[in-house]
């Protein structure tokens, strides 16, 4: 397998015509890889994953489409990379089988996957929608609320019936059998 040099080639042809970019996020670092509308690999290489990094890797491109797999960075490099003025879209990660299942796990490679595969058809990735940055983060930092401050379930009634479910079990593995029916005694009990 050949390894692309990008050295010989100058940064003003190797971004002209319309470019695909598939990035395989890491914790720490994220692998990238640029096709070109002939869908060769014009530039293959690692970032780090932080807003700096992507801004001053893909700020300086031209607009383009990209593919990443949903995950922990996913939300905020897509909001940033669509702030850039890119096409970006988000593949479900358990659905694209081409990167599941394949028995090379390599970033490098499940990236340009990604690229080639948003190139021929973005549907091949079955796209997910992040929610907004205000949807994602509550203004009152309660994740269980949405961001109206509002309880996501209209009035917390299904995580107050968890934490009975769950005070009542850890009752009964730790006293044995707690009287049916008794809220009283589970919130005196062990709240």
Known sequence: MQKINTMQTSRKNLFQGQL????????RSSAYCVLNEAGEIVLEHKL???PEAMKQVFGSMPRCRMAMETG???PWVSRL???????VIVAHAQKVRLITKSRRKDDRLD???LARLVRI???????VKHRSAQGAVAPDGDPSTSGTGERANR???????IGEVLRRTAAQVWYGTVPSGDREWIKRGIA
């Not at 695909?20 to 914790?27: A, S, Y």
């Not at 009035?155 to 019936?161: A, H, L, N, V």
């Open 155 to 161: 009035s917390g009634e299904c995580r107050t019936r």
């Open 81 to 87: 990379l669509t702030a850039l003025g890119h096409e």
């Open 72 to 74: 922990t960075h996913s």
């Open 20 to 27: 695909t970019i598939g990035v395989d996020l890491g914790d």
């Open 121 to 127: 058809d973005p549907e091949l990735l079955t796209p």
């Open 111 to 113: 990236a340009r996957t």
């Open 48 to 50: 780090a994953t932080t």
